[in-house]
Every structure is written in structure tokens, then in C-alpha cells.
């Protein structure tokens, strides 16, 4: 019984594992590379997150056919405000590389212990 | 009253617009940026006021943008505490951006000038969003955008330290928003609404069947905006950030940015969670154990600092921890003197960080213990800053007496007389790293003469240099410092009309 609703919600457990991966990375990993590879895996976690809150089992994408007027549709809205996630994970991403850069270019490392040592 | 209801949403929409003018303006003449951005801001800040008194003597504004009903579009509310916050976040940036006439060219180089405006202007407008939204998927979007021009903010300066503190501060904000965007992941899973009006209602009928759920949403929410708005454990960022970056710059963080997001969890928990559960849970308890280590250690923190900047840096810390008590409290007088705090602290916090950057435009100091002779040098700065510090100690006559007064009443309302002691000893605190700055600014002249008329032996010129003299900073740095100081006093004396506010507000969440 447990292990079949263990089964029923597997990707939200997917989900909480990866954004607890992306939050561990981003607090431990030393290489500001990897810490950006850690904010995305968070993000990317949240997305599958709600985009299994809008699924549906059975479900066809929501569009209006006069065929079959009576078929069960996923819920779209979930999927929509990740678009938006997307967009601002996007923009944070390019955000940090150029910040990232620009230390490369004051330190020519991007490895955080070393910024210690060069200053 | 029709077009009334669009103001506020043509004031974020005016906002965002001249934010995206800036850089164009830039290029073809780098002056106009400031006067431009100056002007905009100061009609939205009229604008703000119409709506004000539209606010507090006609009812809500609420308005459906482009016309889909509320369950389905987006919906912008203003009530009482809304209408207050979008005045105080326009008018800071206002007398922040005169400030900034001069200032700029001092702290920036000339080419990221356009930028920074840029930069300035969408933090405002993110800030107002997130102040008047009734959508918490728009609270995320506004959130993004305020942390994004908050982090530029902190990088415009391009030194080593403020791109590091910038790169620190965004990767901590992500992790902050992340974890507000899954606590609405939660919301919406239990309620299947992104309103907050819809999310109350629909969460009294559901609340016994989903439990854990609901306490697992709060604790990303609390999480989340923890980070974001530096409770004790989670304020990592804050430090560097602010400490490193422009002074007008850390004057818009330090004051304005770190309070929306307080608004932004207060709606949340008061309006979308409701009462009932806002005391079932423990989250309350929890608050007030964080925001009491806070409001201690955030004052020994700001204590053992040398640098002016890093020290106001976490007198904020502690000073969100004052906040967030009030909040903690959950009563009437609590949560009054709470928000009448965020007032107070907006104005206090601005005009100390103006201050630093004015000291630092004559005299280039930076470190607490070279303030000798400041007293003399730069009366009417000093002045001002004398007046912030006492109001921070919480000295009456001062604003930041009112807000303390409030919530001592508020803990005794909430039964746990011995917060009392808690704001006594966090006041003293605060008083014992700002009292040795103010001291040494009029009072040591004498030790300063002596290490003078040692060195070169030439008694005559260090005579001159003691010599009172009237602050050698451009008008347009002094104005809004002054202004700041009169208000502080202003709230001190009459807290009425902002009360006023506050009690609308109050009565209406609990």
C-alpha cells in the first residue's frame, strides 16, 4: 500500500530530491560555475514540480477539438507560469556569468578559496 | 473615482517604461538620466498621494488589469497599507535620486550611469508590484525583478568586493525565491488559486484535510522570504552586499528592499493562511525566537565593526528583527508598532547611509574611529546623523521611540512581559556602537590637535583645521538629508497620520 503511493507520486519526490541536490551545490560546491549548474537543477525542480501539479492522468494537451468535445484535459495554467520561471531562470543565469566573468577577469580564478589567498 | 482605480497600475507600467528609456537617454546625453528619472519619480510620488487619500477616505482600490475578472486575471489592490508603503517606497527614491545628482558622479564611473538608473527605476517598480499585487505567481515575477535591480544595484560599482557581494547576494536571493515559488507551488496545489482573496477563502474550507500540507508551505514561505529579507540565521548576504555597494544604492536595499518582502509574507500569512492558522501552527513562535536572536546578536555583530557602512549594514539586521517581533507578536499593538517600524526605519536607514556617503564625498572616511573634529567639519551632516542615531536608539522625541513604545505594549499584550527586557538590552546595544561615533565627532577635537602639533610641530595650522565651518557637499546631497532628519522628528512628535494608516490596516487583517 505505501509503496504504491510511493509509486503514485514519484515525480514529486523526484522533484524534492533535485531541489534539495540544487540547494546543497549552491551552499557547498566552491567553483561559481558549478554553484550556477546548482541554481538551475533548483529551478529545473520546480518546474517538474508544478508541472506534475497540473497533469492530469489521461489527459491530451488543452486544445479545443470538435471532434471529441468530451475528453478529460491537463490543467495548462501550471505549465504557463513556468514559462515565466523559465524566462527569469534565464535572465538569473545570464546574470550570474557575467558576474562570474567579471571576478574571472579581477582574480583569473573562479574558484572561491583562492579568492581568499589573491586578495 | 473611474480612473482613479488605473492610477496605481499606470504608476508601475510609468515606472518600468522610464526604466527602459534610461539607457536610450543615455546615449544621446548622459545628463539628462538624472533629472529625467527625478521627475518621473517625483509624479509617481504625487500620484501615490492622490491614491493615499483616495485610499483612506473612499475604500479599496481594486482593479482587474485589462479586464479579466479576478479568479482568472491578475487583480491590483490597494488598501490602507498598500496606499502607506507605495508613498514611502516613492518618496525615498525620490530624495534619494536628488541625492544622487552629485553622488553618482562621485561613487560611479560615467559610462554605467544610464545603467544604474535603469537599475534604480526597476527595483521601484518591482517594489511597488509586489507592495499593491493581489497574485502571489505576480508576487514572483515582482520578487525576480526586485532582487535582479538590487543585485545590479550592488554590482554598478564594479569594484572587486561589490561583484563579489553581487554574485553572493544572487545566488542566496535564487535560493530565496526558489523556495517562495515552491511554497506557491503549494498554495496552488491545495487551493488551485493564485489569488489571495480566492486562496483565504477556499483554504478555511480544506485546511483539515491537508495538514502537513499546509505546514510544509509555510515553512518554504518563511524559509524563502527569511532569505530574502535577512531574518538572523539566513542574513549571510546582507553584510557584503550592502556595505559594498554605492551609498545611495545601499540606501534603497538597507531601507526599502529588505521591508517589501516583510509586506510581501505579512499578506501571505495574515491574508492567504488567515489568523487561525497563522496561531495553530508554530510559525509564530518561531518568528519571535528568531527575530529576538536577531534584534541581540544583529547589535553585537554591528558592535564589533570598524567600518561605517558594514556597521549600519547589520544595525539593519537587528532592525528587521524589530520588525519581524511586532509580527511575531500578532497583536493589535504588536503589529502596529511593527509596520510603524518599517516607516520609521526607512527614514532612519536612508538618512544614516546618506550621511556615510557625504562624510565619504568631503573627507573620503570610511572607518568609525577617524570621525574626530567631524562635528566641526560638517555640521548640518552630523546633525542630521545625531538625529537618526538617537531615533535608532530609541531616545524619545525620535521616531524610533514611537515604534519601540508600541511594541513593549504589543509584548505586553501578547503576555511575554520579558521581551520588554529583550528591547531594553537591543536599544542599549544600539546605542553603545553609535554613542562613541557621535562622541568622538564633537567632543575629541583634543586628541586629534595633540597627534597634529606632534607631527609637524605647527600649532597654527591644525588651529585652522578645527576651525567650525559649514559642510563643503553640494546642495543636493544636503537637502534630502535634512529633509530625512525633519521627518524622523516629525514621526517622533506626530505619528497621527501615519498611525492612522497603520490602525486601518491592522483592523482589517486581524
New interface residues.
Given amino acids: 500500500m505505501d509503496l504504491e503511493l510511493l509509486f503514485i507520486n514519484f515525480p514529486y519526490f523526484v522533484a524534492i530530491i533535485l ?1 534539495s541536490m ?2 546543497l551545490i ?2 557547498t560546491q566552491t567553483n ?1 560555475i558549478k ?2 549548474i546548482g ?1 538551475n537543477i ?2 529545473s525542480a ?1 518546474f517538474l ?2 508541472i506534475t ?1 497540473g497533469n492530469i492522468e489521461g489527459g491530451v494537451p488543452p486544445i479545443y477539438d470538435p471532434q471529441f468535445p468530451d475528453v478529460l484535459y491537463i490543467n495548462p495554467l ?1 505549465s504557463c ?1 513556468m514559462l ?2 523559465i524566462v ?1 531562470s534565464f ?2 543565469t545570464a ?2 556569468l557575467a ?2 566573468v ?2 574571472y577577469l ?2 583569473g580564478t573562479i574558484c572561491t578559496p583562492n ?1 581568499m589567498k589573491l586578495k | 473615482m473611474e480612473s482613479v482605480l488605473k492610477l496605481p497600475f499606470l504608476c508601475i507600467i510609468g515606472t518600468l517604461v522610464t526604466a527602459f528609456c534610461m539607457p536610450v537617454l543615455a546615449r544621446w546625453k548622459k545628463d539628462f538620466c538624472a533629472p529625467v528619472a527625478t521627475f518621473a519619480v517625483g509624479s509617481v510620488f504625487i500620484t501615490t498621494i492622490v491614491i493615499a487619500y483616495n485610499v483612506m477616505h473612499g475604500g479599496v482600490i481594486r482593479y482587474a488589469v485589462s479586464g479579466w475578472a479576478p479568479p482568472w486575471g491578475i487583480e491590483i489592490v490597494v488598501d490602507s497599507l498598500s496606499s502607506m508603503m507605495i508613498m514611502l517606497l516613492s518618496g525615498i527614491c525620490f530624495l534619494i535620486l536628488i541625492y544622487s545628482f552629485s553622488a553618482i558622479k562621485h561613487e560611479l564611473e560615467r559610462k554605467v550611469v544610464g545603467w544604474y538608473y535603469t537599475a534604480f527605476l526597476l527595483t521601484l517598480a518591482g517594489m511597488m508590484g509586489l507592495v499593491v499585487s493581489n497574485d502571489i ?1 505576480n508576487f ?2 515582482f520578487i ?1 525583478v526586485t532582487g ?1 535591480g538590487a ?2 544595484l550592488v ?1 554598478a560599482k ?1 569594484t ?1 568586493q561589490a ?2 557581494a ?2 553572493k547576494y ?2 542566496l536571493a ?2 530565496g525565491s ?1 523556495f517562495i ?2 511554497g506557491i ?1 503549494f498554495l ?2 491545495i487551493t488551485g488559486h493564485l489569488n489571495l482573496t480566492f486562496i483565504a477563502q477556499e483554504l478555511v474550507l480544506v485546511k483539515d484535510s491537508y495538514p502537513f500540507l499546509i505546514w510544509t508551505a509555510l515553512s518554504f514561505f518563511t524559509v524563502g522570504f527569511g532569505v530574502k529579507s535577512a531574518l538572523f540565521p539566513l542574513h549571510l548576504w546582507l553584510p557584503d552586499a550592502h556595505s559594498s555597494a554605492p551609498s545611495p544604492s545601499s540606501a534603497v536595499l538597507s531601507s526599502l528592499v529588505v521591508k517589501v518582502y516583510i509586506i510581501a509574507f505579512l499578506k501571505i500569512l495574515l491574508i492567504a493562511f488567515g489568523l487561525e492558522i497563522f496561531h495553530e501552527t508554530f510559525i509564530r513562535h518561531l518568528i519571535l525566537v528568531l527575530s529576538i536572536i536577531a534584534m541581540l546578536a544583529g547589535s553585537f555583530f554591528a558592535f564589533v565593526q570598524i567600518e561605517l557602512k558594514r556597521r549600519l549594514a547589520y544595525s539593519t539586521v537587528a532592525q528587521v528583527g524589530y520588525v519581524f517581533l511586532g509580527i511575531g507578536l500578532g497583536t493589535p499593538w504588536g503589529l502596529a508598532a511593527g509596520l510603524l517600524h518599517i516607516v520609521v526605519h526607512a527614514f532612519m536607514k536612508t538618512c544614516l547611509f546618506l550621511t556615510a556617503g557625504a562624510v565619504y564625498y568631503q573627507t573620503g572616511i570610511k572607518k568609525v574611529n577617524q570621525f574626530s573634529n567631524m562635528g566641526y567639519k560638517m555640521p548640518i551632516t552630523m546633525g542630521a546623523f545625531t538625529i537618526a542615531a538617537f531615533s535608532m536608539v530609541g531616545i524619545p522625541l525620535f521616531g524610533g521611540f514611537i515604534s519601540k513604545y508600541g511594541l513593549a505594549l504589543g509584548s505586553l499584550e501578547a503576555d511575554l512581559p520579558l521581551i520588554i527586557l529583550v528591547i531594553i538590552v537591543s536599544g542599549l546595544l544600539n546605542a553603545t556602537y553609535y554613542f562613541p561615533i557621535i562622541g568622538q565627532a564633537y567632543f575629541s577635537q583634543g586628541d586629534n590637535e595633540h597627534e597634529n602639533s606632534h607631527q609637524d610641530n605647527n600649532h597654527g595650522d591644525s588651529h585652522v583645521d578645527n576651525k567650525f565651518q559649514i559642510d563643503q557637499v553640494p546642495l543636493s546631497m544636503l537637502v534630502p538629508i535634512v529633509i530625512l532628519a525633519l521627518g524622523i522628528i516629525y514621526l517622533g512628535i506626530f505619528p497621527g497620520t501615519i498611525l492612522e494608516f497603520i490602525n486601518k490596516t491592522v483592523t482589517a487583517l486581524l
Avoid: D, H, N, W
Fill in positions: 531541489f540544487g540547494t549552491v551552499l561559481l554553484k550556477v541554481i533548483l529551478q520546480i514540480f508544478f501539479v501550471p507560469l515565466t520561471g527569469v535572465s538569473v546574470f550570474a558576474l562570474i567579471k571576478l579581477f582574480y579568492f | 505567481f514572483y515575477v525576480e535582479l543585485c545590479s554590482a564594479g572587486r561583484t563579489e553581487a554574485l544572487l545566488l535564487t535560493i526558489g515559488l515552491f507551488g496552488y496545489m
